[in-house]
């Protein structure tokens, strides 16, 4: 009951947020079925309609939304074309949603967990300039590149960068003109209007570009002025003549296609690649979260896989949970599902009863709405935060958006996640080992858990001890110990007194139990001299 009465008290929110995010996805439902080969652009739609309605509804997370993904437009693509019938992908993307159903019951979800956070916020800069970039050539009238493209190199041959400047020599003066104005309503609607309250809170900026926009290109036509933007910089809906004809977009698949092998391995990769980045993308926004709520992964998984159930059987791409309207959904105030779920039945209606008047909007005020979205993402700020955090925060943060924006998603995040990797390894090397030199007094302190990996550090530190010193090394603050640590130490104490090294060991239970000769269990100014400060703050710390 208590949810039922939040959800009804966030309407005011979440009713503005999700037109934000079905104007949003309109353009990127199509061109990612554009991208993916998909016989019928429908199917983008279709999938766009599931993800927000079925996902909407069977997800935990507040703040998610689902459609089809970028970053699965190669796979998809690569699938149509080598499988006998579009109706035999379907039946893939059928056994997709099977294949995450099971996933989420055997809590593969636990993935999302370990992921950094300076690889997640890299993750959300890197889809805030790649909707920079891959969105200028759009909002200047090029539009070779389809729309949602995340992929650095690209279907006409030029790459994110290439495309800017090609973009360049192909300017269409009202695109530009409409794109400059749905920058400027954005900005001062943000900066000016909301701060005024009343009715600037409630009507959403990006409702207002899109009816700027489409009015200044109708004036334009009516006018017969040779400015007006060509079609082919319009949105392009499929449009129905009768009930029957809609309902024919919609397509089965082919079950016979079961015994055929291909469409066992299309499934489960995409399975694998649509599961890792709606983890991803599920991570990202519960870090976006005004409210830090944490939503839970292995439900997700559940309800991806019932969405590309769902999608496959009626003709729809498969779904993921995609940062790029998630993250407009968080920037326009949405506070619950609902927002997701209303996006979902405004696709379903605008393209069954209004296809003609949304055939009326120009790709560059869309591209002006997911630009300032982009900016939204990577605000400097962000920038100058992970840099006062230090290196070991900074690197994996620049380095996840470098490897992002010169590859694709998923495999940026796999590098910044072999980067970070690194730092947790450098950390551990730096914290596990302490060691104290005060004239001829060493101390080695074992700290939490080390592991076969600090062997050669330990090694390197033992070898270097000059003859005549005394070293005590403590272990009693070790929580565990490898096996090939407690032999380097057991070596190391034979071999000592040939170099007339003294050694005392304090041991944690683990090295008490591994050694077969009684252990001097000493107190640590025994083997410092107490009135050194240095010596005093790390041997007591």
């Given at each position: 009951m208590n949810s039922f009465r939040n959800y009804v008290h966030s309407l005011k929110n979440d009713?503005?947020?999700?037109?934000?995010?079905?104007?949003?996805?309109?353009?990127?439902?199509?061109?990612i079925a554009l991208g993916s080969q998909a016989p019928s652009l429908f199917s983008g739609l279709i999938a766009g309609i599931?993800?927000?309605?079925?996902?909407g509804v069977a997800s935990g997370s507040q703040l998610s939304v689902s459609g089809p993904a970028a970053g699965l437009t190669t796979i998809v693509a690569a699938a149509i074309m080598k499988?006998?019938?579009?109706?035999?992908?379907?039946?893939?993307?059928?056994?997709c949603g099977v294949f995450q159903i099971v996933l989420g019951y055997l809590k593969a979800g636990i993935i999302g967990n370990y992921i950094p956070v300076s690889v997640i916020k890299g993750m959300l800069a890197a889809i805030g300039l790649i909707l920079i970039l891959k969105q200028f050539p759009h909002l200047v009238g090029y539009d070779k590149d389809y729309e949602g493209d995340e992929a650095f190199f690209q279907v006409d041959d030029n790459n994110t960068f290439s495309e800017i400047f090609k973009a360049l020599n192909y300017l269409t003066p009202l695109a530009v003109l409409i794109g400059v104005v749905s920058l400027l309503i954005q900005i001062i609607w943000d900066k000016i209007a909301l701060k005024q309250g009343g009715i600037f809170k409630i009507i959403p900026a990006p409702l207002l570009v899109v009816f700027v926009g489409a009015g200044i290109n109708y004036y334009f036509e009516k006018q017969g002025s040779s400015f007006a933007i060509d079609p082919e910089h319009m949105v392009n809906i499929p449009i129905a003549k009768s009930a029957e004809e809609f309902f024919s977009f919609f397509t089965f698949p082919d079950f016979n296609m079961w015994k055929n092998f291909d469409v066992w391995i299309t499934a489960g990769t995409l399975a694998v690649v649509a599961s890792l980045e709606s983890l991803l993308s599920l991570e990202a926004i519960d870090k976006l979260d005004p409210y830090k709520r944490i939503s839970p992964t292995n439900r997700e998984l559940k309800a991806q896989g019932l969405g590309n159930l769902v999608s496959g059987l009626i003709g729809g791409l498969p779904v993921t949970s995609v940062i790029v309207r998630s993250s407009a959904n968080v920037s326009s105030g949405a506070k619950t599902k609902v927002s997701a779920i209303v996006h979902g039945v405004l696709l379903l209606l605008s393209v069954a009863f209004i296809p003609n008047?949304?055939?009326?909007?120009?790709?560059?005020?869309?591209?002006?709405?997911?630009?300032?979205?982009g900016y939204k993402l990577a605000k400097p700020t962000l920038f100058v935060t992970y840099f006062k955090k230090g290196w070991n925060q900074f690197l994996p943060f620049v380095l996840t958006i470098a490897a992002i924006l010169l590859t694709d998603l998923l495999k940026g995040v796999v590098f910044g996640l072999a980067v970070g990797f690194f730092f947790v390894l450098r950390s551990n090397f730096k914290t596990a080992i302490l060691f104290v030199k005060d004239e001829n007094n060493y101390l080695i302190r074992l700290r939490k858990d080390v592991s076969f990996l600090n062997k050669p550090i330990i090694k390197e530190y033992l070898s270097n001890l000059p003859d005549n010193s005394k070293l005590l090394i403590d272990a009693s603050k070790a929580e565990f110990i490898d096996k090939d640590i407690v032999e380097v130490i057991e070596d190391f104490m034979i071999e000592a007194p040939t170099k007339d090294i003294s050694v005392a060991l304090k041991p944690n239970s683990q090295l008490q139990d591994s050694f077969g000769l009684p252990l001097l269990e000493v107190e640590t100014?025994?083997?410092?001299?107490?009135?050194?400060?240095?010596?005093?703050?790390?041997?007591?710390n």
């Open positions: 009713i503005p947020a999700s037109i934000v995010v079905f104007l949003v996805a309109l353009p990127l439902c199509l061109g599931v993800g927000g309605v079925v996902i499988l006998p019938t579009y109706e035999a992908f379907l039946l893939a993307v059928v056994i008047i949304l055939n009326l909007i120009p790709k560059s005020a869309l591209a002006g709405i997911l630009i300032y979205t100014g025994g083997y410092a001299k107490l009135d050194k400060k240095t010596w005093n703050q790390q041997v007591n």
